[in-house]
């Protein structure tokens, strides 16, 4: 109980210290955070991909809610309990170290966050595809998909079960690599947060040749598009920051067919429109439509 408590406390004082200011500002995910969503939003209202969706939608308000949520409130609690799972693990003997296959502690720092940008990024894209392929997965992932329309809240717009569907992956990508670590990621973190809510933000931005390479507002719109090709019938363009892997295993999709393209997936209807009720989806029995 004291581990748990302690690390609430630390969390808690943790984000009370951002937002006062007491954190230095390469260091500050609330403020970086606000500065990031602030930037895209203005982007959003200037130079809108889809200039008939309206900046003050229906769900901005959950939008925005979840973002918080899924960024601060939810680590008050899970931080608790990784502390104590981090605890029992040591107890045990076993260390980071154990798991080490490359070590990167011989590379220089930017090649070290390179490597280490790339490894999460797969590992999480990896997580992605399984969220949509296990049925019982993907009752969590529906928040996500529910969106009707793209902004980039909605990137922070999912169930609070993949907060921690997506950190036994990525804690297996930082044990592999040694000698990293990975509370040093700031940039890494900020760098990631902005691909995020550029892809889901309503702006038209394809980034060239480079689109092979990084994720995309058009290719993710795609990804959370309502009707899918009948063959990839399970889910298209899965990447998060990057879109190589979807390039390199054929899970790439892009139509451009139409920006308004319908969005959600077969029975979203059922999904309930408020967060109390939507954290309950996925642990009630709920069948999911036949995909014909
Ligand atoms: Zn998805
Ligand atoms: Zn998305």
Do not use: C
Not at 126 to 131: N, V, Y
Not at 167 to 177: R, T
């Amino acid at each position: 109980m004291d581990t748990f408590l302690n690390s609430f406390e630390n969390t808690l004082y943790w984000i009370l210290n951002m937002i006062s200011f007491q954190v230095n500002w390469s260091k500050n995910y609330f403020w970086g955070l606000i500065v990031i969503s602030f930037t895209i939003w203005m982007f959003e209202i200037f130079i809108p991909w889809r200039k008939q969706q309206k900046i003050f939608r229906k769900e901005l308000g959950l939008d925005l809610f979840y973002m918080f949520f899924n960024f601060f409130l939810f680590a008050l609690i899970i931080n608790g309990v990784y502390a104590l799972i981090g605890k029992k693990v040591h107890e045990y003997g076993l260390s980071m170290d154990s798991f080490t296959v490359i070590n990167l502690k011989e590379f220089n720092p930017i090649l070290q966050l390179i490597i280490f940008f790339l490894v999460s990024d797969f590992f999480q894209w990896i997580t992605h595809i399984t969220l949509h392929r296990v049925p019982f997965l993907w009752k969590f992932h529906q928040i996500h998909h529910s969106a009707k329309l793209m902004s980039f809240p909605v990137h922070f717009r999912y169930h609070w079960m993949e907060n921690i569907l997506y950190k036994p992956l990525k804690i297996l990508a930082i044990m592999l690599l040694g000698g990293f670590e990975p509370e040093q990621a700031y940039i890494v973190h900020f760098v990631a947060i902005t691909i995020g809510h550029i892809n889901h933000a309503n702006l038209k931005i394809t980034w060239g040749p480079f689109k092979y390479i990084f994720n995309n507002p058009v290719m993710h719109l795609y990804h959370h598009a309502y009707h899918l090709p009948t063959h990839k019938k399970h889910g298209v363009n899965y990447g998060i920051s990057l879109s190589v892997w979807d390039y390199i295993f054929r899970t790439n999709y892009i139509p451009e067919v139409d920006k308004y393209v319908k969005l959600g997936f077969e029975g979203d209807d059922k999904i309930p429109k408020t967060f109390e009720k939507q954290a309950w989806v996925g642990f009630k029995p709920y069948k999911r439509p036949k995909i014909e």
